[in-house]
């Protein structure tokens, strides 16, 4: 256990440092000039370069990525161009929106992919369920969030389209709604949070869904012609007994990594989806930040997603010594 | 012996293809002989356009009729017309970033599992490195960084992309230079290049061509999401990703302007999924 | 449809289990064959009934059949009738079937390894059995003689070794008191001394329990040292039945008597090529009016191949046979004796290999971040001299390091001290266990055979011939030259092994396990072969097995290994009749064999 968690803090640093080597070296990229950019359009040369020494740009690199390593440490992301707020303070304004929703998808899509591949192998698909569930995985994100929006909002009217609450100024303890709605006293403040997340969490949820449940089923085929399965059978349990108890575990492995591979694209469709739905969180703040070539807020909000990444592969990989108590952390 | 039923029946004969099209069953079949119809299709696109993709020839904003099969856009060019051309700037690039990808990719991952030792140990580590890192996001802020451009959403997928064909074509060297086949093939004085080509290449190929087709789709839902995000090339140029995003507002007025080239994108990675899933299927057995 | 004599006595006692013309279809990638055509067959309580077959032979689809569990990826079409224990189960719904299994019929499986669920703990997994409380697992694991029942009971099936989990398997099956045990090849995976331990245990607990056990086996020894009946199986029919001494002395049917013949044992005549069965199972062809057997039997008349021959009385012993010519049979044994002896080997005073103070260890367990690992010793200094000319075997059990000195030998690996010392610029050649596993599935047979012809094409006449000729010596048709490695047989490919070990001959051949998963005629055919090639190619040869038999059979001297060192060399016929190592000893005595064999 001990050796488990020195290995996985080593290597979360060795990935962090990888990040913020690659970070650096995109920031130091820019075409404009960002001393310019700080002294404003038409300062004089002078202040410019007094700004250039004033911001250390005209030291060798790798004290400035020595700086900047340590300004990461210390939690400075840098100034956000757009915003003109600094990009720490902007992320942990959007931060709790984006989580709740990244969140709600992954468990839906856990779900659905649980409930997909169970069926799918109790009732063994036809070429229909196929397309269908190869239909679903090459929807693209914007497609499906649009489709999602357009009927359910737009035609049909059940559910809200746009944003995340209908309440104007409320605001929570933790900032994820759902959660504060209980906390606080108010379920009609957690229902009505519920009913904000459910069309972009579906549109998130849908390709997870597929891709873990599709990875899921093959596991599940697999181990399901075992000799212990077959074991299990002999004994007389019912065959909903034989895959809950010696199939599911046993193929959980997989689809768990799948479910981690998931979440590193769930990165990029957050945008989309935040972006179709008007979701107040990184996702829509990053495409806002693309649309004003805002680069230290893209960056920062880079390393964020980094950090929440080495989270969930982590507990992933703790998820699959539990199911599997041969893999030893 | 190994306790499988009517085993005895000789497995698998030589190549054909009516067995490989039996194998990846009639839907998936589809797939694997639409991807080099539509590859035909996107080399020869400019010459089949019904009309000009970059001129006014009808009306703004026409719905879908029998003369455009795809209404016109807000300033009267042929929908159709410019997703054919779309379907180009998107499946060739994604072509391209496989092939590119594959190359260097699988090439590494040769090299390193075949040398063994100290270097593998270091490529491997490279290459898991490069795996656990948040990929989308990176490619997104490269993209940021260096300016749009379908150049540069090509590199950056690329540079996050080759590892996977590292680590598939590493894996199966390994497993397949511990194989009995393999060791026998040594005892009997087989060296070099000559065991690489006709021992171990061969086995290795079918991984890679399964990880490739499977990952088309991928890279072209990629490349529209760069393109979605206005990453990709600047504002005329018809690349389906950001035709759909310039027309977002449009939804609830003229449908067809951000669905349809969102719907052919969705055609594309339906055939490239049906045509990975097929071979899959064909070459594994599964 | 036929009446046992010889169960007249029982006659009163409902028998347990009445199969009647059951047929069962399997369809593997689209095709169907029938892998189980009309069989008949009835067990009683407390009888032990050897199901024989070679691998092919339906004997395994059999099992599955009686309990249900016949894959349903090939579509399985089973027709006929079985009644276990008064209630019929073709056509039943799946909650008769699962009541059945759960009350009246269990199986063993083939390979402990497999059955147990990795993610579980056997307490977790004996509890879903019928009968499974707490005492009864303990009980039960204590019955089948595991020394720590709790210990046993909180693990996980991989700390347990397979002896263990057989014994584990066998009490979960046995625990829910079934009617019926069908255990199917359990044996095969283990070593010999284990073996033996396992048949005990099951011929204890039948007596008993008052169960039938089904033993599906393709080893008429280990068939006979447990059975009271034996059904012969022969491409999904059976082929002859009866008391199990009464087939072993007076076989009735050419193929019983063919199996019987080519076993070998501690007694076998080693100074002469052993018998074989002619040929190989020929693919299903319709049989459906003729005798399966007939195109690889030698007493075969045109009616055989006309007349699918029934299940009747025989006339050598109290059982049933379906033979048109019965009576045929018992010459074929008088045929046997007068195959030409070996010539003798010149085996000259020099060495072709020698083998000094070689030792090596393996890295075990997981690695740790930095790559480090914990290491074990395979083998402890050895040393060992095989002269050119002769045939050394190498006797052990699994995890003795028999297969790491055969690769240390081939220059596959590298000792970790000690040194190696090969007398011929030619290295020596391998065959390896799994004939199908070292050919490469996309090369033709001849490609690979001709690799050793080092700068030879194989489009060259001169090629093309050295390869006819390699192929012709190993006793394969040079037409099999562009096939590939799956359009042939386990035995062919087994031939095509030897060819390209042979076509430039090595000084030295050596052989892991080469018949460790064959049937007993596929076995005794290639002992024939190895024997027949070393002595006319004048090789040196390495035989590694963990079967003393064969070692005996094919040996100028037997090398016993245990835990990484030799503790006996010797000539085979004193190493049995003398064994100088209480380890040799418990081998020898672990020996499965016929009681009508010999007087052993």
Known sequence: MLAYLTKSIVGAVVVLLMMSFIVFGLQSMIPADPARAVAGPNAPPETVEAMRKQLGLDDPAFVQYGRFLSRLAHGDLGTSVRTRQPVSDDIRQYLPATLELGLASIALGAALALVMAVLQFLVPGSGGIRLAMVGVGSTPIFLSALLLSYFFWFRLGWLPGSGRLGYRDFAGPTGLNLLDGILVGRPD?????????????????????????????????????????????????????????????????????????????????????????????????TVQAFASADLPAVLGVAIVFGILYILVNTLIEIGQSIADPRISL | MTGRPGQDTPARPRFNWRDFFRRA??????????????????????????????????????????????????????????????????????????????IVGSLVGLISGLMGGKVDLVVERIVDLFIVLPSTLIALAFVAAVGPGLVNTMIALAIFWWPWYARISHDEIRRLKARPHVEAARMAGVRGPRLLLRYLLPGVVPALLIGASLDLANVIMTLSLMSFLGLGLPAPAPELGAMTSRTLDSLTVHWWLPILPAAIIFFLCLLANLAGDGIRAALRGA | MVKLSHRMSRSATEPVLAVKDLSVILSREGRPSRVIDNISFDMFPCEIVALVGESGSGKTSIGLALQGLLPREYLPRVAGSIRLAGTELVGAGGRTWRSARRHLVRAIPQDPMGALNPTMTIRHQMRESNGGSERSIKDWLARTGLADPDRIADALPHRLS???????????????????????????????????????????????????????????????????????????????????????????????????????????????????????????INVASACSYAPRCPIAQPDCMAIRPPLEAASAHGGA??????????????????????????????????????????????????????????????????????????????????????????????????????????????????????????????EQIGE?????????????????????????????????????????????????????????????????????????????????????????????????????????????????????????????????????????????????????
Not at chain 2, 47 to 74: C, K, M, N
Not at chain 3, 188 to 199: E, G, K, N, R, Y
Request: with cysteine; aromatic share 6%.
């Open chain 3, 321 to 446: 046979v379906a033979c048109l010519h019965q009576e045929q049979t018992p010459l074929l044994s008088t045929q046997r004796a007068d195959a030409k002896p070996w010539p003798a080997v010149a085996v000259q005073e020099t060495a072709a290999l020698r083998l000094s103070n070689v030792r090596k260890t393996y890295p075990t367990g997981t690695r740790s971040f930095w790559g480090r690992r914990q290491s074990q010793p395979v083998l402890r200094s050895v040393n060992l001299t095989i002269k050119p000319g002769e045939c050394v075997a190498l006797v052990g059990e699994s995890g003795a390091g028999k297969s790491t000195l055969l690769r240390i030998a081939a220059g596959l690996e590298a000792p970790e001290s000690g040194t190696v010392t090969r007398f011929d610029k030619l290295g020596p050649q391998v065959v390896f266990q799994d004939p199908v596993a070292t050919l490469t599935p996309w090369l033709t047979i001849g």
């Open chain 3, 162 to 284: 397979g002896g263990q989990r057989q014994r584990v398997l066998i009490a979960m099956a046995m625990m829910a008191r079934p009617k019926l045990l069908i255990a199917d090849e359990p044996t095969t995976a283990l070593d010999v001394t284990i073996q033996a331990q396992i048949l005990d245990l099951l011929r204890d607990l039948t007596r008993e329990q008052q169960t039938a056990i089904l033993f599906v086996t393709h080893d008429l020894s280990v068939a006979a040292s447990l059975a009271d009946r034996v059904l012969v199986l022969y491409a999904g029919r059976i082929v002859e039945m009866g008391r199990i001494q009464d087939v072993a002395r007076n076989a009735a049917h050419p193929y019983s008597a063919g199996l019987l013949a080519a076993r070998f044992d501690l007694d076998s005549d080693r100074r002469r090529p052993l018998p074989t069965l002619p040929g190989e199972r020929a693919p299903l």
């Open chain 2, 25 to 102: 069953g009639w839907l998936e079949s589809i797939g694997i002989v639409g991807v080099p119809v539509v590859t035909v299709l996107a080399v020869l696109a400019p010459w089949i356009t019904p009309f000009d993709p970059q001129l006014r020839v009808a009306g703004a904003y026409l719905p879908p009729s029998a003369g455009h099969w795809f209404g016109t856009d807000e300033i009267g060019r042929d929908l159709f017309s410019r997703i054919i051309l779309g379907v180009r700037y998107t499946w060739l690039s994604g072509l391209a970033v496989i092939g590119f990808t594959l």
């Open chain 3, 452 to 600: 050793r012809l080092r700068g030879v094409s194989l489009d060259s006449e001169y090629g093309r011939r050295r390869v006819g000729e390699a192929i012709k010596l190993v006793g394969l048709d040079p037409v099999l030259m562009d096939a590939l490695p799956a359009e042939i047989s386990v035995g062919q490919c087994q031939r095509a092994v030897l060819a390209r070990a042979v076509i430039v001959p090595p000084s030295l051949l050596l052989c892991d396990e080469p018949i460790s998963a064959m049937d007993v005629s596929l076995a005794a055919t290639t002992l024939n072969l190895l024997s027949d090639l070393r002595r006319q190619l004048d090789m040196a040869m390495l035989f590694v097995t963990h079967d003393l038999a064969a070692a005996r059979i094919i040996a100028d001297r037997i090398a016993v290994l245990k835990d990484g060192e030799l503790v006996e060399v010797a000539d085979p016929d004193a190493i049995i009749a003398a064994p100088q190592s209480a380890y040799t000893r418990s081998l020898i005595a672990a020996m499965p064999s016929l009681p009508a064999g010999g007087g052993r």
């Open chain 1, 189 to 285: 403040v957690s229902l009505d949070a519920l009913l904000h997340m459910i069309l972009p969490a579906l549109a998130l949820a849908l390709p997870i869904g597929i891709a873990v449940g599709r990875s899921l089923n093959g596991a599940l085929h697999e181990v399901m012609s075992q000799p212990y399965v077959r074991t299990a059978r002999g004994k007389g349990l019912s065959e909903t007994k034989v895959l809950l108890r010696h199939g599911l575990r046993n193929a959980a492995t997989a689809p768990l990594s799948m479910l981690g591979l998931q979440v590193r694209l769930l990165f990029g469709n957050l945008l989309i989806v935040e972006r179709v739905f008007g979701w107040p969180g990184l996702g829509l703040y």
